[in-house]
């Protein structure tokens, strides 16, 4: 199948095989291409609607020609990533990095973080990173011995990715596309645990079935009500939960926990990488109060469960609640920024 018989069969609202996407996304990384032809592909696949087995397919195609990071674990070893698709165009405080770095806390789990800079944020993970001092670019033996040592590193995307670039064209001129939901599903560690926020409400279900048919372990995929692709506290969060092969849906919201919900989204938001860094330090020592510390604790819980450090999202909170009191998370960063300071020099 080409390009243009697959856009054919898209505009008559008819979907791909798993292996029909794998097939042609793996032509789209690796072979000469006519442009106009993949745009026109792109486009009716987004109009279309993508199906899970489609994203499936172009997310194997991907990891076969990433560069991928050797990360040295057994098999059994919990890794996670924190990570959104982006593209909500909220602005708001990084909390997926933020929650990454904090995740790291606990002995058995090794976080992975994959990200890039800034698209439709003030501060994309790679600037709130760089922002800290940790280095984007260091050798892949570093990046071992620092999940050996502190249990967190950063793998730069466009360092892994080089075949992304031959469609940024197309990309540019579409908006969003499919490729808007690859990015968290390529983690170059490929993780076995993910906590995974959506643009779209009805993208939970899909992703969670993607992640499981890419063997991940456990994961939860969030949408937050008013259009976050994290754990919100404006509002109701929709959960697909991944656990075992079985995946659950269900919503969660802060009163259940709490917390008063955030009416003024402006209190969520930061100006630049600057601000972003400035709230990070004052949430690391437990000197922040109100909705992003709230949204933060939240998002923590989400991933210490997902990570199997509670039976259940209350007792996760608990748990990030007294890290955050004891200023564990704190200790932890410094450990963090040792070691990536060391490295640097």
Known sequence: MNFREATELLKEKKSLTKEQSYILFKKLALEDFDEAEVEEFLKALKEKGETWEEISGAVKAYREVMKPFEHGLSESAIIVDTCGTGGDAKHTFNFSTAVALALSVEEDVFVVKHGNRSISSKSGSADLIEALGIPLDLPEEAL????????????????????????????????????????????????????????????????????????????????????????????????????????????LDPEDFGFERCVNEEELKVKDSKESLEIFYRLFENSLEGPIKDMFLLNLAGALYVCGKSIDFKGALKRARKYLEEKIFLKQLEKILDFYSRKRH
Do not use: C
């Open 144 to 251: 071992r011995e620092a999940l050996q040592k502190v249990r967190f590193v950063f793998l730069f995307a466009p360092l892994y990715h080089s075949a992304f670039a031959r469609v940024a064209p197309i990309r540019k001129r579409l908006g969003r596309t499919i490729f808007n939901l690859l990015g968290p599903l390529l983690n170059p560690a490929r993780p076995n645990h993910q906590l995974l926020g959506v643009y779209d409400f009805k993208l939970t279900e899909k992703i969670a079935y993607v992640l499981d048919d890419l063997g991940v372990k456990r994961a939860m995929v969030v949408w937050g009500e008013e259009g976050y692709d994290e754990i919100t506290i404006t509002g109701s969060t929709k959960v697909s939960e991944l656990e075992k092969g079985r995946i659950t849906t269900y919503y």
